[in-house]
């Protein structure tokens, strides 16, 4: 069986989100955020010209379900509860949990389920493409 692609996306999640409401920003561009209250599905923690880190709420059976890539490479981070990640042709790339992660290259087709209400980390390249 032959899995729908549903396109090379940019990233962004990590960059058309707002920062959330917790980031601050002080001098020498170093910035700081929270965690603790996260209430919506996604929300970007923090983002210079070359590295954004979002975060994002999943139901049980939910994740990013389709095919599809991104253009750089990209980290997920499980904090709170289980996702399994599939490349192109349903091949199982790992069934993570609590403090497991995985790393996807640039370009590579991917997706993901939970298998429990979960939070991910997703470390992505910056900035934006000109849009």
């Not at 709420?57 to 389709?66: C, F, H, K, S, V």
């Not at 996702?83 to 192109?88: D, E, K, N, P, S």
């Not at 091949?91 to 993901?112: I, Q, S, T, W």
Request: proline residues 8%; hydrophobic residues 35%; charged residues 20%.
């Amino acid at each position: 069986m032959t899995e729908k692609f549903y396109g090379h996306f940019p990233d962004r999640v990590a960059w058309d989100l707002p920062l959330s409401e917790t980031t601050t920003e002080a001098p020498g561009g170093f910035q700081t955020f929270t965690t603790g209250d996260i209430t919506g599905k996604a929300a970007a923690l923090t983002r210079s010209g070359e590295l954004g880190l979002s975060v994002s709420r999943y139901r049980a059976e939910g994740g990013e379900n389709g095919l599809h890539s991104h253009p750089g490479d990209s980290i997920w981070y499980v904090i709170d509860g289980a996702a399994t990640f599939w490349a192109a042709d349903d091949v199982l790339l790992a069934e993570l949990k609590v403090n497991d992660g995985v790393m996807v290259p640039g370009g590579a087709p991917y997706r993901f389920k939970c298998t429990t209400d979960s939070v991910l980390l997703r470390f992505a390249p910056g900035p934006p493409p000109a849009r």
